[in-house]
């Protein structure tokens, strides 16, 4: 038994060293796929950024430049249709209008009620989707506090929002918002949200600043983040369809899950067919907030 007791560490770590072996796992290549980023507000023309997909292990570009040079589609037929017009949609460079590289038409904008048919013909695919404008809800009430996780602070800090949801299930929102002078409104991370616990009820929430695409940080930054003390805020709080939303939530998911080993991967769902993407056609409410104290 002494000598059992003594060798059985060996043993074990004989058994552990013959049992390893060497897994190769051949990963499938990507498919050749179009995205859409595209949408239509009440009273705007339509705006549709195409660009190609990419290999989960491909690097990415970090600067716009070779984004554009890499992904962006610029000789496609895009055609939008509201029932009774069909248009042909025309590549456009607009540097005032984010995404800077997009599709868009000069006779059809967006109404309230209507529903919008796209197709795109690009690169042997065709893709193509539809979306409805469905009735703004306001923004009832904004302002600003002091950063509620800091007790300290004295100049950085959040906005708050109130917006009263129909008495009708199904409605759906994202919040956008830009500060000061700054040109272009920017999705606030996380902000998309829908009715299925609050329909019908007086919804608070807060928020801090919209995220400007290419000028993000690998670590938290408050300022960065947080409004401060003087600024200005302006947002546009959007309302769309439950597809729509399934594709902007499962996007923050993922976003949201991005490096951490111990999160479960997020598909996103998208509402085209033929590629993956948007095409979400949204009504607005806008408010504007000096942030004091």
């Known amino acids: 038994m002494k000598l059992l007791k003594y060798f059985t560490p060996f043993l074990l770590i004989f058994l552990v060293v013959a049992c390893e072996r060497e897994i190769q796992i051949d990963l499938p290549s990507s498919q050749n796929l179009i995205v859409v980023e595209g949408n239509i507000e009440a009273g705007k023309r339509p705006v549709i950024l195409l660009t190609r997909n990419q290999g989960f292990f491909e690097s990415f570009p970090i600067d716009l430049e070779s984004f554009v040079e890499e992904f962006v589609i610029q ?4 055609k939008l249709s509201n029932g009774i017009i069909t248009e042909t949609l025309q590549f456009t460079l607009d540097f005032n ?3 800077f590289f997009y599709y868009t038409g000069s006779i059809i904008t967006g109404e309230v009620g209507k529903t919008y048919t796209l197709e795109i013909i690009a690169e042997g695919q065709t893709l193509t989707s539809s979306t409805t404008l469905p009735d703004s809800v306001p923004i009832d009430s904004a302002w600003f506090e002091l950063n509620p996780f800091d007790v300290n602070e004295d ?3 959040v906005s708050y929002l109130t917006i009263m949801d129909p008495d009708t299930f199904g ?3 994202r919040l956008f918002a830009k500060r000061n002078s700054e040109l272009q409104f920017f999705p606030v991370p996380g902000s998309s949200f829908n009715d299925d616990f609050v329909n019908g009820q007086r919804v608070t929430f807060f928020t801090g600043r919209g995220d400007e695409p290419f000028a993000a940080t690998d670590t938290f930054v408050p300022n960065e983040f947080f409004y401060t ?3 200005t805020m302006f947002f546009k709080f959007a309302t769309m369809g439950r597809k729509e939303y399934d594709f902007y939530s499962t996007l923050d998911a993922a976003i949201n899950s991005n490096g951490n080993p111990f999160a479960s991967p997020t598909l996103v769902k998208s509402n085209i067919n033929g590629g993956l993407g948007v ?7 806008y408010d504007t907030v000096i942030a004091a104290n």
């Not at 000789?75 to 895009?78: L, Q, Y």
């Open 171 to 173: 409605n759906a929102y």
């Open 229 to 231: 003390l003087g600024d």
């Open 155 to 157: 100049s950085l800090g």
């Open 279 to 285: 095409w979400v056609g949204m009504s607005v409410s």
């Open 97 to 99: 209008n984010y995404p």
């Open 75 to 78: 000789d496609a037929e895009v």
